[in-house]
């Protein structure tokens, strides 16, 4: 079973990676967040229900993970407990510096904040319909669609004005 | 009726109900301005899509690979995040690792001896295999239009003559190379695939105790056939089974 949960994890290591970065807008903290989310996951074997897809079960782990990672750092940095949404974490590197800096892939979502950038991920490419999406990341649908209109917004202007937001490849 | 943007978005990912398909569908027809936001945001779609997909074919680092391999069974459920300095000093090892943007090992930034330390060379081929034969664009570092550049890099890295065997005779086309780490030394991986696009990979580490006789082992559910040069070690390595990997390696160590 955990072979075979290891193999399968390693497999889909480049999309958990991707989910990661969404979350983290950060290489190092994403492969971070995959590793936990990873072991998280084998110490978990037992509840992993193979009639649902592995990838789902990643992602709302890594996703919880996340959230706990962001209010624990809240709270250290005098925050309180606030809800991760409203944390300063989802908001520091909305420019994508730390990305463009490790010499990754230089994206126009590069400049996409977390919290627009990981919703236009699950939906758009990883086929969440906004009900998933919306229980996956715990806020309203209107939220979702709010979401990702306002990631697309923010890409097309980025394609009207190319200075305006992340490089070229 | 008026449309919303956001609605419009939501039409784009068939979020709207049939009635507000029809409404946005016959506003569109009527409306240029919406048409333009539309094609807008179906732009910027694209844009994402292509840029999610660039970022899911970047080479995993093989130090979170291996981390997860060898995780132990059962691991604790409750994982105490590691103090933060642990993590940088961990992502510092696996950004030495990653294979990023087509550049490569970013070696010198980080002692390469850090690195699999442990199980033998054998057994980091065995992780990198499981990691670079899945991937597609990506699959070689340096590409086999540029045999001479390969050879000359990679003869200079390793510091033992690094030559490409023709292995067509068994269905296998060079596809190019890359640099890898394995225990702590350079080893050249010269990639090479079948009409299946099956991965079957030739590894060369120098050494100053060249192994003296063929043998087969498998790794991680990889086959390999082992070797020895004069100043190198070799294995070749496969996922699939093959019945001629020996066959292949006898071949290679005909040209090496």
Known sequence: ?169 | MTISEEKLSAFLDGEVSEDEGRAIEAALADDPDLQASLEALMAADALAKRDFAAMAEEPVPLALATAIQNAPDGAPANISTPPRSGWVIAASVAVALAIGGGTGFLLGQNSPTQVAQTGGWLADIADYHAVYARQVRHLVEVPADEADHIQTWLTGTLGADVRIPDLSVHGLTFQGARLLVAAGRPVAQLVYTDADAVVVALCQIGTDTPQKAFAEQTIDAFDMVTWGGTDSNFVVVTDEGRTDLTAIAETAARQV
């Open chain 1, 1 to 169: 079973m955990s072979t075979e949960l290891k193999r399968d994890l390693i497999t889909l290591l480049p999309r958990l990676r991707r989910f990661a970065r969404s979350l983290t807008r950060s290489v190092p903290e994403a492969d971070d967040l995959v590793q936990d989310t990873c072991l998280r996951a084998i110490g978990r074997a037992d509840q992993w229900d193979r009639s649902q897809p592995l990838d789902r079960w990643a992602f709302r782990i890594m996703r919880n993970l996340w959230i706990s990672e962001v209010r624990k750092r809240a709270v250290r940095l005098g925050q309180g407990h606030v809800p991760a949404e409203d944390s300063d974490e989802l908001r520091t590197t909305e420019t994508g510096e730390a990305m463009v800096a490790l010499g990754e892939v230089q994206s126009h979502i590069a400049a996409l904040p977390s919290d627009l950038c990981s919703v236009l991920l699950a939906v758009s490419v990883e086929g969440y319909s906004y009900a998933e999406a919306a229980d996956l990341f715990d806020i309203p649908i209107g939220t979702v669609m709010s979401r990702i209109h306002r990631a697309r917004k923010t890409l097309a202007a980025q394609m009207s004005d190319p200075k305006d937001g992340a490089h070229d490849h």
